[in-house]
């Protein structure tokens, strides 16, 4: 700093800035400005120059806090008063700034660090001296680190999410994705499994309780290019209208009572992957026009939140009921039913699919010696024609329960099949002749086999009689095919 300013000549330096200092000062990379106590500059450095884009000439004598320092980083007025380094001029404390910006001389602006330090002489308060730098790159660097640092604390949520809520899905999850059957309802319906996969279109899955509607969803998904991504299920029966809401769309602390926490749903959970939702049927009104405006557009909010969340989701729902039924009874709107019925896949049920049941129980018995701990090789001749001459109002669910009940009895490797349920035609053909009952029951099966009589799934197979019995018995009960079977 300087005792005496020469007014006249404003390059003048006194002897504090001896050349050896000076040499030194040139020399380093940070800027530097020396002040009077009028708050004019008496020296400034390269560094200084370089950064600011002032020259040392132009600035010495004159109040630098006017030539770069007039605005904060917002643009608005930054007054003298309020100046760091000019307050240092006035009270002699240390100040060290780490959050403001100077201006160059094109008008640009640049964050800086900076310090202002008094200087005395016999202990007398002559000057200020300020060193800055340009933290330009530092900021630019913790920028990056704070949006690095964001995704993987969003990333870290939603795996930890994805985990949790797979845990649970996988926790009553047995055997693989793989749909059984050789039939020719079977193959129709994965034929347009294969052709719907790689698309984004929505499905709708129609079939009857136990059909395995949850069992064609995973094996669509894994047929998709999203297979690699997660696919979350929802059962829309399972929860009440205002827990669902939750679920769906997730919520955030303190949206409802109990909400300690902020809450992803099952749309952002799906993310990228499919979203399942067994049972759509089950949807209140409410639920499902808030559903129907994320298909449209393909985003939301979370419960008690203002943020918008977008979503990449592939829909699939499912459901036993007849919507369109249910649209006429006001029971679902037709916008969101006309949404979801893009693709719609029936599931058949067995009782149409019979021929398919011996591979069926092959893969349930795989499937139960792994959770049972067993090994039953398969079940008796007489029992799989039990099996084939029963009309399973429960179908597939039905048969595992079946055969996982039989499997936990036997004591051997062979399943005998013991008892089945009441509800067989001729126990419901009460009122009937026993030749009534008897036609009834050969023509129902025959109906199930395609009016396949002979072979290991023929219907004589079936009846447990020979085929040429099984002809006679039909022509005596004038049994025969109707032309519009053909």
Excluded at 11 to 39: C, R, T
Excluded at 65 to 87: F, L, V, W
Excluded at 115 to 128: H, K
Excluded at 193 to 211: P, Q, R, W, Y
Aim: with cysteine.
């Amino acid at each position: 700093m300087t005792n005496k300013i020469s007014v006249n000549n404003q390059k003048s330096v006194d002897k504090h800035f001896l050349p050896e200092n000076q040499l030194l000062l040139n020399a380093v990379g940070e800027g530097i400005y020396g002040f009077d106590l009028s708050g004019n500059a008496v020296f400034i450095n390269p560094a200084a120059e370089r950064m600011t884009g002032w020259k040392n000439e132009e600035l010495l004598g004159k109040n630098i806090h006017n030539c770069h320092h007039h605005s904060h980083a917002d643009g608005s007025h930054y007054p003298q008063e309020d100046c760091p380094i000019y307050n240092t001029l006035k009270d002699g404390i240390t100040r060290e700034i780490t959050h403001d910006v100077f201006w160059r001389k094109d008008g640009s602006s640049f964050p800086v660090h900076y310090s202002s330090t008094p200087v005395y002489r016999d202990n007398e308060l002559i000057g200020v001296v300020a060193i800055f730098r340009d933290i330009s790159i530092q900021k630019q660097t913790e920028q990056s680190l704070r949006q690095a640092l964001a995704q993987v604390q969003a990333l870290s949520e939603r795996l930890a999410s994805e985990n949790h809520y797979l845990q649970a899905e996988l926790a009553d999850k047995t055997g693989d994705v793989d749909i059984s059957g050789g039939s020719s309802v079977i193959r129709h319906m994965i034929q347009q499994l294969h052709m719907v996969a790689n698309t984004d279109s929505t499905v709708l899955i129609c079939g009857e309780n136990g059909t395995g509607k949850e069992l064609v969803a995973r094996n669509l998904h894994q047929l998709s290019r999203r297979k690699d991504k997660p696919m979350i299920s929802v059962n829309c029966a399972a929860f009440s209208a205002s827990l669902l809401e939750s679920e769906l769309f997730g919520h955030e602390k303190g949206a409802f009572t109990g909400a300690t926490s902020r809450r992803k749903g099952r749309f952002e959970l799906a993310h990228q992957g499919t979203l399942f939702l067994d049972e759509v049927a089950e949807l209140s009104l409410e639920a499902q026009s808030k559903l129907l405006r994320v298909i449209q557009e393909q985003s939301f909010e979370r419960l008690g939140g203002s943020e918008t969340i977008q979503v990449d989701i592939r829909l699939v729902a499912a459901s036993h009921h007849d919507l369109l039924k249910r649209v006429e009874q006001g029971l679902f709107r037709m916008d969101l039913y006309y949404r979801l019925n893009v693709f719609p896949i029936q599931v058949p049920p067995l009782r149409a699919r019979i021929e398919d049941i011996p591979e069926l129980v092959s893969h349930i018995l795989h499937n139960l010696n792994r959770k049972l701990g067993k090994k039953i090789r398969g079940v008796s001749q007489k029992g799989l024609q039990k099996l084939m001459a029963y009309t399973w109002p429960g179908n597939v669910r039905e048969l595992q329960n079946i055969l996982e009940r039989e499997a936990i009895l036997s004591q051997g490797d062979i399943l005998q099949i013991h008892a089945m349920p009441s509800h067989n035609p001729l126990a419901q053909a009460q009122g009937q002749t026993l030749a009534e009952a008897e036609a009834l029951h050969i023509e129902q099966t025959l109906k199930r086999l395609n009016w396949r009589i002979s072979g290991p799934l023929g219907a004589a197979n079936v009846l447990g009689v020979p085929a040429s019995t099984l002809r006679s018995r039909m022509k005596k009960l004038g049994i025969q095919r109707q032309s519009s079977e053909i």
